[in-house]
């Protein structure tokens, strides 16, 4: 059973994957206080500074962004979320040598917590996906922006769909470090 503002949250994503702007501001607006406490309580839980809370929801809000795509619509939206959460807390910290497992009860349950919000808005996305080069500008804006899959995407680039995975990793990656001030 999901919660009402999940429910609410996935009509508004399930608008805006089919190109609907004001519902997935809405969507953002709406999930980013909950990514915020889910944050804050594993960076407190796992002895995270408090400044690493923000880094931490950028870097979701940028990934769901960039995944939404990848979705099923016909699951629960909330554990798709804190699967975000939980795989960007941990390359955080395996970023600086910390290794940390953090099951995904722990942050499913942090859902129904709100706090006061503000995210990435979507022409800050958009600047940096520009910064991106040729492919992998390509492949992230058909499966994050356009909502193609893996599969539409390597057929109309001709690549592999490994390749195309690939090369959407590696396109997040450069994303994350460009926003991190690293590029």
């Known amino acids: 059973m999901t919660a009402p503002d999940e429910e609410e949250?996935?009509?508004w994503m399930k608008a805006a994957m089919a190109g609907d702007a004001a519902a997935y501001r809405r969507f953002l607006e709406a999930v980013t206080p909950r990514l915020r406490a889910m944050a804050h309580h594993h960076s407190r839980h796992l002895g995270s500074c408090g400044s690493d809370v923000e880094d931490l929801v950028q870097e979701v809000l940028l990934a769901i962004h960039l995944k939404r795509g990848t979705w099923d619509q016909?699951?629960?939206l909330g554990p798709w979320l804190?699967?975000?959460v939980r795989n960007k807390l941990v390359?955080?910290?395996?970023?600086?040598?910390r290794h940390a497992a953090v099951p995904i009860d722990d942050v499913a349950g942090m859902l129904a917590a709100p706090e006061a919000q503000e995210g990435l808005q979507a022409h800050e996305i958009d600047r940096m996906i520009g910064r991106l080069k040729g492919a992998q500008q390509d492949i992230v804006k058909s499966i994050s922006v356009d909502g193609s899959s893996v599969r539409e995407t390597a057929g109309r680039l001709n690549m592999t769909e490994g390749a195309v995975r690939v090369a959407l990793h590696r396109a997040l990656?450069?994303?994350?470090?460009?926003?991190?001030?690293k590029a």
Not at 91 to 97: E, P
Not at 173 to 181: F, S
Request: no cysteine; hydrophobic share 50%; glycine share 8%.
């Open 91 to 97: 390359d955080m910290l395996r970023q600086r040598g």
């Open 9 to 11: 949250w996935a009509i």
């Open 74 to 76: 016909s699951r629960p």
């Open 173 to 181: 990656q450069a994303l994350a470090a460009a926003y991190r001030g």
């Open 82 to 84: 804190s699967a975000i």
